[in-house]
């Protein structure tokens, strides 16, 4: 790949929450210091990163990148006792993305890295939203239950993640509607903790870059399911045309 100039147009985003993101995390690693598990949410930032790339594009290496991500916001999840999320990462977003890949696999256009979007309808859309809700209350109800720290929070932030990421495993693009929310959730969860720990400064990073990172999906998403609906049209109109000149 040339490093010209229209690499640099076409890709000043991630470039610009690269060198952002790594910044942050090695100032935030200079001043905290190099000890302790908490070491481990750095890594998930910058896996994190990868994922933001590769998702915003509608390539499978996003659930490549997550799912490492995963792992170390698991850990990191375990120490600080945020219970719920830890344990949805491990038993339901971590295997949800290797399903997403092998879904996503199985589904590949063309032999190129993109999958078909798939666009769940305005009655399942709210069905979606009312589960959320429901689920999110169930969640908060447990963690109080369990004196879980940020309860409230990690209620909307866990519940939206085990939505979102299972619409993503089928290329839903109203994923991004569900993590605008929990993104939103993470992002206080984590402004909170870094209060009680500064080492959280990198998640909080993270779940910042979450947030636009669905806004730069999003749109995306909507240009590339235009560019897909466009394609499947003149594939059945030339389809048409050798039925007709049979």
């Not at 089928?170 to 605008?180: C, K, L, N, P, S």
């Not at 992002?187 to 990198?202: E, G, R, V």
Request: positive net charge.
């Amino acid at each position: 790949m040339k490093l010209n100039k229209s690499f640099f147009k076409e890709n000043w985003y991630y470039i610009v929450i690269s060198i952002i993101g790594l910044t942050i995390i090695l100032t935030n690693r200079i001043i905290t210091g190099f000890d302790g598990i908490m070491v481990l949410s750095d890594l998930a930032s910058i896996f994190a990163i990868g994922y933001i790339i590769f998702n915003s594009k509608n390539s499978v290496w996003g659930l490549a990148f997550n799912i490492v991500s995963t792992i170390f916001v698991a850990i990191t999840s375990f120490y600080q006792h945020i219970w719920l999320n830890g344990a949805i990462c491990v038993c339901i977003n971590i295997p949800m993305f290797i399903f997403g890949i092998i879904t996503w696999k199985k589904k590949l256009a063309k032999q190129s890295s993109k999958i078909r979007i798939n666009r769940l309808s305005k009655r399942n859309l709210a069905l979606v939203f009312l589960g959320y809700a429901a689920v999110s209350v169930g969640f908060l109800f447990a963690l109080r239950a369990l004196g879980g720290n940020i309860y409230y929070l990690d209620a909307i932030y866990s519940a939206g993640s085990v939505i979102g990421v299972i619409l993503c495993s089928y290329a839903f693009i109203d994923q991004f509607y569900i993590f605008y929310i929990a993104n939103l959730a993470g992002i206080s969860m984590y402004s909170i903790l870094c209060f009680q720990n500064l080492n959280n400064l990198p998640l909080l990073f993270m779940n910042i870059m979450f947030m636009a990172g669905a806004i730069i999906g999003n749109i995306n998403w909507v240009r590339l399911s235009r560019q897909d609906k466009e394609n499947k049209t003149e594939e059945q109109s030339s389809n048409s045309e050798e039925v007709s000149a049979e």
